[in-house]
């Protein structure tokens, strides 16, 4: 059976995420969701795709 995190669960992790991240305590969300994505790539954590044109983008 798999289970499926709750909302709550992703509430955490992103709460965790933003105050490992950006310890500034920042509301703006696209910059705060930007300093996770960064600080998880620097760890090696996901890996980032750089595309050189915009067809190779999934639509």
Do not use: Q, Y
């Not at 960064?38 to 090696?44: E, H, P, S, V, Y």
């Amino acid at each position: 059976m798999v289970k499926k995190a709750s909302d709550f669960d992703d509430f955490l992790v992103a709460t965790i995420l933003a105050d490992i991240f950006d310890p500034s305590g920042s509301d703006d969300f696209d910059f705060v969701s930007r300093k996770i994505v960064n600080g998880l790539d620097d760890f090696g954590m996901i890996k980032s795709n750089d595309f050189d044109n915009k067809e190779d983008l999934a639509a």
